[in-house]
């Protein structure tokens, strides 16, 4: 009785896309496996690929795993079928490199549409059919970057969309990037955040981020100091990109900005501007006030830290100024965060306060809706003098010989061409602000009515934000005393101004 042959069966399409479609994995074997019924063979293990290898067959798991089996059973003589001779490699060189080793196992190859021969003339034929499909590969990919950088130019973004982004269908066809909410308001309070001096560092950004448990991590579950770089120099945020791999321009995309352009200019400042120590994530939440708050002795800022006592651990703040008279001395974190919350506590205004405040903050707000009309103007008279400037510059280029003196006139252009976006930005949010009036009026005055609600907050960042929205200067604490007088901000400033001592403000004990 003849023994029945067994074949292996490869299947490869070039994207995980093709699995599901006409010429996808399944469809494949089916007819791989008709072929192997109606030689007699025996099918013993089917191997599936879902990539290129962009030339590399061991860049292929579905190759390395039918090579590897053939070693790990070199006893067997198998017959390998599969459906196309592309299959193999669409690459000369590849093809020839795999088929050998294939041989090298003393594997036989079988293929739905051609015939191996082995002859010259076979040889050469087969040659012949794997310079195709290499050529085939070439020209397609050629077409499929025509294409792409056709839409780049027309001003869509095509590659992976940044955290904060999905494409979506568009109108005019194809896919456009699309904020993707909860994502797209984190990213925009990390970029502002760390562009107004919220988040000093890269550090206190992603340690922002990492206060989100849904936002986008790594296999980890971590978020990577370069990914949060990244995040900060990703220049599509702003509704504008360029790609100088395709020679493709710096151009205004059709998605909706995360972040304005004058935004990612302060970040990219930031960035190259001087650095700043990373805050102890640690230390930094349980001591709000550490860096803040100064020694009332000398003026340094106090520190803080945990002791260990008999059975527990207890909260300080202490000064670490050697030449200080409190060096090493104590302060209960509970009667210095107590004392900050009654000053806190203290400015808060009366209701009649309030209603005066809320009268004035309209009149404001009517004044500055007369004042943007003439500042837009103002504007675009400065949009005039660039561009005037700008082709006063190309004129310039032209005459110049010097291969220095044009990349300067280029580097000049570029930066007229930045401002230009920047104040077109300006123009357009000219009259158009983030909420309505009575919105943005009654987020103020909760605020002005009631500080202490956002310090009374677990999160750090409300904390943080009562010592830049309340204080113009840092506070100094003296021991057993308390604060000296706070510098409030301008809001508070003012409300103090219009305050009658007895009956707006009430006096918090501790506070001098």
């Not at 017959?79 to 490699?89: C, P, Q, S, T």
Request: hydrophobic fraction near 35%.
């Amino acid at each position: 009785m003849q023994e029945v042959k067994k074949a292996l069966i490869y299947c490869r399409v070039s994207s995980k896309k093709q699995k599901t479609t006409g010429g996808g994995l399944d469809s494949q074997e089916h007819r791989c496996r008709l072929y192997a019924a109606e030689k007699g063979y025996e099918v013993e293990k089917v191997f599936p690929d879902d990539v290129t290898g962009a030339g590399d067959f061991m860049k292929r798991p579905g190759m390395k795993s039918l090579i590897r089996y053939l070693n790990r059973n070199d006893h067997t003589s198998y017959i390998v079928i599969f459906d196309d001779l592309k299959r193999l490699a669409r690459d000369t060189l590849a093809h020839f490199q795999l088929r050998h080793t294939l041989m090298g196992y003393e594997a036989e190859l079988e293929c739905l549409n051609y015939t191996f021969e082995d002859t010259p003339e076979g040889e050469f034929m087969e040659t012949i059919f794997a310079a195709q499909g290499q050529l085939e590969r070439k020209q397609n990919r050629r077409q499929v970057i025509q294409k792409m950088k056709a839409r780049l130019e027309n001003g869509y973004w095509l590659f992976s969309a940044p955290v904060g982004y999905e494409y979506i269908r568009s109108k005019t066809g194809g896919k456009i990037l699309s904020p993707k909410e909860p994502f797209a308001s984190m990213v925009t309070e990390a970029l502002e955040g760390f562009a107004s001096g919220r988040f000093q560092t890269k550090a206190e950004v992603k340690y922002f981020l990492d206060s989100f448990p849904q936002y986008p991590r790594d296999s980890n579950g971590n978020i990577r100091d370069q990914r949060v770089h990244d995040l900060i120099s990703n220049i599509v945020y702003t509704g504008y990109y360029e790609y100088k791999p395709w020679n493709i321009s710096f151009r205004k995309g059709h998605h909706k900005p995360l972040i304005s352009f004058e935004t990612f200019k302060k970040n990219q400042e930031r960035l190259l501007g001087v650095a700043y120590a990373p805050a102890r994530k640690n230390i930094n939440a349980d001591f709000p006030l550490r860096g803040f708050v100064l020694c009332g002795d000398c003026e340094k800022p106090v520190t803080g830290g945990w002791s260990k006592g008999r059975n527990r651990y207890h909260a300080y703040y202490n000064c670490k100024n050697k030449g200080c008279s409190s060096y090493g001395k104590s302060i209960r974190r509970d009667d210095m965060e107590g004392a900050f919350g009654d000053l806190v506590k203290s400015l808060k205004p009366s209701d009649k306060l309030i209603k005066v405040a809320t009268r004035m903050f309209n009149k404001l707000w009517k004044d500055k809706e007369q004042l943007q009309a003439s500042h837009a103007q103002s504007l675009k008279s400065e949009l005039k003098r660039i561009d005037q400037q700008t082709n006063k510059l190309l004129d310039q280029i032209l005459d110049a010989e010097l291969p220095s003196v044009v990349k300067a006139y280029e580097k000049k252009i570029k930066s007229l061409e930045d401002e230009k976006i920047v104040i077109a930005e300006k123009i357009a949010n000219i009259g158009k602000p983030v909420k309505d009036q009575s919105q943005t009026l009654r987020t103020a005055l909760d605020f002005l009515s009631n500080p202490y609600k956002l310090w009374a907050s677990k999160r750090l960042e409300d904390k943080r934000a009562v010592l830049k929205l309340v204080f113009s200067e840092r506070l100094a604490y003296v021991r057993n005393e308390g604060f000296r007088t706070a510098i409030t901000t301008l809001p508070f400033n003012k409300l103090g101004d219009f305050c009658d001592p007895k009956s707006c403000l009430v006096e918090a004990a501790g506070v001098e």
